[in-house]
């Protein structure tokens, strides 16, 4: 059974750090890239980072600078990590994988997990 559970949102002021973890199982993890999205109220699902099985990372603009994505395979999990943050962060962030297409596109993963709440007080 798939699985990608997320951990690590709470509530943070403006400025501050969170570091958001996903851990998978039921598939084998290093043969998918991984990526963040978020979303906000009436808004729609976008991309926030990405990471190859080679390593190679991509990053939404308006996160880039702030945020670091990164891949532990022997402990089967990815990460985010959120410095600086703005009010305008504030969004369910959800892990997903994915085996093939545009990295950045949500349509091309495969598996997703249920998410996690991040709010930004200013």
């Known amino acids: 059974q798939v699985q990608l559970v997320e951990s690590g949102g709470g509530l943070v002021q403006a400025g501050g750090s969170l570091r958001l973890s996903c851990v998978v199982s039921g598939f084998t993890f290093d043969t998918y890239g991984m990526g963040w999205f978020r979303q906000a109220p009436g808004k729609e699902r976008e991309f926030v980072a990405a990471?190859?099985?080679?390593?190679?990372?991509y990053y939404a603009d308006s996160v880039k600078g702030r945020f670091t994505i990164s891949r532990d395979s022997a402990k089967n999990t990815v990460y985010l990590q959120m410095d600086s943050l703005k009010p305008e962060d504030t969004a369910v962030y959800s892990c997903?994988?994915?085996?093939?297409?545009?990295?950045?596109?949500?349509?091309?993963?495969?598996?997703w997990g249920q998410g996690t709440q991040v709010t930004v007080s200013s």
């Open positions: 990471i190859r099985i080679g390593g190679d990372r």
């Open positions: 997903a994988a994915r085996k093939f297409g545009n990295i950045m596109s949500t349509n091309t993963y495969n598996y």
